[in-house]
């Protein structure tokens, strides 16, 4: 049976919470990509979890962006999308390939 609403897990950063996550019905799973955060999920990390699960989009979760840092996010993580706690700070041309 599908969730009736919507859910999102943050900061994952083993696969035994991804794939349980995934088997419950998560819609949206997001990895911290932050560098300077405990959850921290390397790009390598990243691959070998997301590589175990199917059906749910995959979020990119950073508190600051910009354009430097978005391109070489999207050429290292595979991510549906990014989610920026401070969206304000960015500009259409820090976004490139993606959209508000």
């Known amino acids: 049976m599908a969730l009736r609403s919507p859910v999102k897990i943050s900061s994952v950063n083993n696969l035994s919470v991804a794939r349980y996550a995934a088997g419950m019905g998560v819609d949206l799973m997001g990895f911290n990509l932050d ?23 995959l ?21 549906d999308y990014l989610q920026v706690n401070y969206p304000c700070s960015l500009t259409p041309e820090d976004l490139g390939p993606l959209s508000l």
Request: net charge negative.
């Open 35 to 57: 560098h300077s955060s405990k959850s921290y999920v390397s790009p390598e990390n990243f691959h070998a979890i997301t590589g175990w699960v199917s059906g749910v989009k």
């Open 59 to 79: 979020i990119g979760e950073l508190e600051n962006a910009n354009h430097e840092l978005i391109s070489q996010l999207t050429e290292a993580y595979t991510l």
